[in-house]
């Protein structure tokens, strides 16, 4: 199923098309290593400067952020979750959102139980493109784990509360 694509990375706004190789889209980018995308468009975050070209494969561990298009994924394959608004900065981009997680559990020690791609729902993600910030709302807004600065609750001081997000670091952190 091809679907389009719009990726977040350290220096410009990736949009094109992505034949989905999986139920979903987090599934996908979980599983492979580099996504090939078609009539693609990239936008400079310094200048806002687009270039166009008709392919173009991006690693993984390039992509900070990606929003959420296509399926949901099958019905009978969902559990019982509840949200957690949690808020991180990975590079130029800080997203908002809500990480759903099972009942009784604490939001942040589970992130280190998942893959590094991590659906953020009812998210918003804010960048600066040419000096003008930009704040986006979506449905659902995939972060890589990995390459986030620190994750917080939403709710917590800017100071406090924050987990390093790095590899290992994950589980010692959250449990903290």
């Known amino acids: 199923m091809l679907i389009d694509f719009a990726g977040y990375s350290a220096d410009c706004l990736i949009s094109g098309r992505l034949e989905l190789t999986a139920p979903r889209l987090t599934d996908m980018l979980n599983d ?30 390039e992509i900070y952020a990606a929003k959420v298009t296509g399926p949901r994924g099958s019905r009978a394959l969902r559990i019982v979750t509840v ?8 590079g130029p981009y800080n997203v908002l959102g809500r990480l759903n997680a099972a009942p009784g559990a604490n939001a942040l020690a589970s992130l280190g139980e998942r893959g590094a791609m991590l659906p953020l729902t009812d ?27 620190w994750v917080r609750a ?8 924050a987990v390093a997000v790095h590899a290992e670091a994950v589980l010692s952190d959250a449990v903290r």
């Open 32 to 61: 492979e290593l580099t996504i090939r995308l078609s009539d693609v468009v990239l936008e400079s975050l310094e200048d806002a400067r687009r270039v166009t070209v008709a392919s173009y494969s991006i690693s993984r561990d």
């Open 83 to 90: 949200p957690h608004r949690l808020q991180a900065q990975m």
């Open 123 to 149: 998210a918003t993600i804010a960048y600066v493109v040419g000096g003008i910030l930009e704040v986006r709302d979506a449905a659902t807004v995939i972060i890589n784990r990995d390459l986030a600065s």
């Open 154 to 161: 939403a709710d917590a001081e800017p100071t406090a509360g």
